[in-house]
Nanobody, 124 residues
């Protein structure tokens, strides 16, 4: 059974940066696609970024382009989300997810494994 544990969340001021990490255990990680999603208070969960298992190609939601970067470390079984120039609109619980799927990375229903989430409140 694959388990995912996020870390790196916490309060940040507008314009600040955070790097979220998602550590996997229980399975071989290198062939899995990874996704980051977020859920703001009172809103639906939404796609932020994903990285494919084969080739490590990144995909980003429009709101994340140019400010967020997704990366993976197959040796350490960890995925990352670097978030820069954060705004209050980024306030949410951030979740990482993983699956062996080769497509549909922006669809939360594709992912079989999920972390517990880490909170990112952005305020001054």
């Amino acid at each position: 059974q694959m388990q995912l544990v996020e870390s790196g969340g916490g309060p940040v001021q507008p314009g600040g940066s955070l790097r979220l990490s998602c550590a996997a255990s229980g399975r071989t990680f290198s062939s899995y696609a990874w996704g980051w999603f977020r859920q703001a208070p009172g809103k639906e969960r939404e796609f932020v970024a994903a990285i494919s298992g084969a080739g490590g190609r990144p995909y980003y939601a429009t709101a994340a382009k140019d400010r967020f970067t997704i990366a993976r470390d197959n040796v350490n079984n960890t995925a990352y989300l670097q978030m820069n120039n954060l705004t209050s609109g980024a306030t949410a619980v951030y979740y990482c997810a993983a699956d062996r799927s080769h497509s549909g990375f922006g669809d939360a229903n594709v992912y079989h494994y999920w972390g517990q989430g880490t909170q990112v409140p952005v305020s001054s």
